[in-house]
């Protein structure tokens, strides 16, 4: 059997009287393409500093390939913290080069290295720039080649999509599945779950501090029964208006043209039946589909409204900060 990456077991840590994360048990095991989903203050960096052994956990224990976190398996390990950060004055390439021979890579074999990746993301004619020259969004594809430079086993990054525009957040899905064709396993922490319905083989999602779900995307989106949309105009409450219907309704959009909800559809029940009994129920309704489940609705559907608005703060947060 071989030794998975990471577990984590029944780990917890807290903050004063605040419990950031709460016993907490997940498996990263080799070869796979993992992703941590939560929205902002769910726990997931500090889940990802404890699995490193930057930060003990309170109770609990972490086993980095099979043993407490140490120089050994760090060696093995390429991390993208949530602060970035790099020597501005130094070039692209030297950047890169520095971070792989820290992690062992001759100079050779580093500046090569260096050379490669720049090439492969297109960064080559900047290559001599300095950091302090580069825009935010090349800066950042920067410190994400000089975290996998040295060819690492595992890749841990944490919220590696955030601050980049669509292009490069696309540049880097086929750069972490590039990594994974190398052999690499990879755990991402993001809170927007399109890209994890796009790269992972597995799940797994946090709300405070809390485990919600685990598993594969079919797993996932099984945890959700068929369903309908319909967009009803703003503020009309298709819970209550549907309440002796037999259908469940979840809001899970709240926009300028409309509030959308999910109706859970009972076995036997069709998508046709909602619409007709939210027409019945007198909804002033905008826009109507058979549901097409995503992994949001999966974690809407799995915490309920409170933390889904977390979710969409994070998301606007990031919109802004784009
Ligand atoms: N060093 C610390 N001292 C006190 N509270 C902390 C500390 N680190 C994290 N927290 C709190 O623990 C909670 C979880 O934070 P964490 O950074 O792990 O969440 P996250 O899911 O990664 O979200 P984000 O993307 O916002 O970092 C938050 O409420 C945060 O304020």
Redesign the pocket.
Known sequence: MPVSPLVLSSVTKR?GH?T??DNLSMEVPEGQIIGFL??????????LRMALGVMPPDDGHVELFGRAPGIEALKRVGFLP?ERGLYKKMTARDTITHFARLKGLSANDARARADELLQATGLDEFSRARISKLSKGMAQKVQILSTLAHRPDFLILD?PFSGLDPVNQQALEDLIRAEHDRGATILF?T?VMEHAERLCDRIIM?AR?RKVLDGTLAEAFSTLGQGARITVEPGFDMAAALANTGFDATRIADEAHGDTWRIELPRGREAQDALRAALEAGAPIRGFAPDEARLRDVFVSLVGEADAEALAA?EAAEGEAA
């Open positions: 903050f605040f950031a994360v939560g929205p902002n203050g769910a726990g997931k960096s500090t889940s949530e919220e922490s809170h946090m501090g994070s």
